[in-house]
T-cell receptor, first 114, second 111 residues
Framework: DGGITQSPKYLFRKEGQNVTLSCEQNLNHDAMYWYRQDPGQGLRLIYYSQIVNDFQKGDIAEGYSVSREKKESFPLTVTSAQKNPTAFYLC?????????????FGDGTRLSIL | GDSVTQMEGPVTLSEEAFLTINCTYTATGYPSLFWYVQYPGEGLQLLLKATKADDKGSNKGFEATYRKETTSFHLEKGSVQVSDSAVYFCALSDQDNDMRFGAGTRLTVKP
């Protein structure tokens, strides 16, 4: 079955450390997204990519970086510059003609600080 | 900017009760409106959507009607089940085609 796979499910980061969250999709979707979810808040867009080797900042891109070397993969790096990284991170995808409207979501990665 | 406000939770209901989760929006133009559901430990799933005024989205017994005059998109279900326990997010697609999500409403249905 097609879908989005995020790994790991739980991740712990030490102070000053960069960590990378994986997102892979086999839906043949062109667009991919990263969202951050905090308790009591809606999802906020970190980055999105509509095509390989191209990506755009979302509302809260500071302290994060992404790459899109393959259509299937859109990893997110949480850098040491992100001072409050503890959150639930969701990857999503959509076909391009849906605009920037995510259709499918992964099951998320929960990141915590040690 | 465009935004969505949904009723604060948590909401606790008994099985077979009637559900309403309120959602209102502020937008320039005519956004598309969505409801997503997030089951425990999972990502979001699109539940239903409406793209223009007076449209009714429906799925799995849930319904929501796009009311332009009241800028609302309330989610309803006539008889909830324990398996409906989840967090429900209202969202809109703004004029730049970006999604704006509400804060989510946690629903717990007790047997």
């Amino acid at each position: 079955d097609g879908g989005i796979t995020q790994s790991p499910k739980y991740l712990f980061r030490k102070e000053g450390q960069n960590v990378t969250l994986s997102c892979e999709q086999n839906l043949n979707h062109d667009a991919m997204y990263w969202y951050r979810q905090d308790p009591g808040q809606g999802l906020r867009l970190i980055y999105y990519s509509q095509i390989v080797n191209d990506f755009q900042k979302g509302d809260i891109a500071e302290g994060y970086s992404v790459s899109r070397e393959k259509k299937e993969s859109f990893p997110l790096t949480v850098t040491s510059a992100q001072k409050n990284p503890t959150a639930f991170y969701l990857c999503a995808s959509s076909i391009l003609r849906q605009g920037r409207q995510p259709q499918h979501f992964g099951d998320g990665t929960r990141l915590s600080i040690l | 900017g465009d935004s969505v406000t949904q009723m604060e939770g948590p909401v606790t209901l008994s099985e077979e009760a009637f559900l309403t989760i309120n959602c209102t929006y502020t937008a320039t133009g005519y956004p598309s409106l969505f409801w997503y559901v997030q089951y425990p430990g999972e990502g979001l799933q699109l539940l239903l959507k409406a793209t223009k005024a007076d449209d009714k989205g429906s799925n799995k017994g849930f319904e929501a009607t796009y009311r332009k005059e009241t800028t609302s998109f309330h989610l309803e279900k006539g008889s909830v089940q324990v398996s409906d326990s989840a967090v429900y997010f209202c969202a809109l697609s703004d004029q730049d085609n970006d999604m704006r999500f509400g804060a989510g409403t946690r629903l717990t249905v007790k047997p």
